[in-house]
């Protein structure tokens, strides 16, 4: 398996700059060894360290879309980053544009059709745009599948604190309580939230 040969934060395929860092890479190992998702959907894609992280430590991905609104927003990574991913791994497709327009019913029926197995949500940190993000993804999730989503109650001296993710997340765990529990992970500031299904 590709995961115990070098870390995916000492490889070529690791670009140089990115808010994702190593302590998130080693989760995401974690999480892809436990749940082995087949079906994969990332909301921000950056410059590719947490897709990466995905395909390189799981090797059986049928599919995984990443949704980006601006490639160049870390120009001239994201967009060099997009190009790379995808010439390597032919199970995975960028596509740039924002998640609000995206993220239909349909588009998510017609492109997993069985569910998604992994949502990672990492793109519009206001609150309402990551609430939207939640929301329109939900639904679709895998009976055993997981949403990740990042920077919840994350800060200092490795993160940056967003308030409008976690109360979003926070609103989100309040209003579907009866749906959903979730898991607190946090190293040095740098914070996840990973959703899953309940099963009371």
């Known amino acids: 398996m590709r995961s115990r040969i070098i870390p995916v934060f000492e490889t070529e ?24 998702p087949e079906y994969i ?6 410059t590719g360290r947490s897709a990466l992280s995905v395909l390189y430590h799981c090797d059986n991905i049928k599919k995984m879309i990443s949704l980006d609104k601006d490639l160049d927003w870390k120009a001239p990574h994201g967009r ?20 609000k327009v995206v993220l239909t019913p349909e588009f998510i029926k017609e492109e997993f059709p069985y569910g998604i197995d992994f949502i990672t949500i990492d793109g519009d940190h206001t609150f309402e745009g990551c609430l939207h993000d939640l929301e329109s993804v939900a639904p679709f999730l895998a009976e055993s599948g997981v949403i990740v989503v990042d920077d919840y109650m994350s800060g200092p001296p490795n993160g940056v604190n967003f308030e409008s993710v976690t109360d979003s997340v926070n609103h989100f765990l309040y209003l579907n309580h009866d749906l959903f529990e979730f898991e607190r992970w946090n190293v040095n500031g740098k914070g996840f939230c990973i959703i899953s299904k309940c099963y009371k």
């Open 41 to 46: 959907l990332e909301i921000g894609f950056c």
């Open 80 to 99: 060099r980053m997009e190009k790379l991913l995808m010439s390597k791994f032919n199970n995975f497709k960028v596509i740039e544009n924002d998640s």
């Open 13 to 36: 395929l690791w670009c140089v700059t990115g808010h994702f860092n190593s302590d998130q890479a080693l989760k995401y190992k974690e999480l892809m060894e436990k749940f082995k």
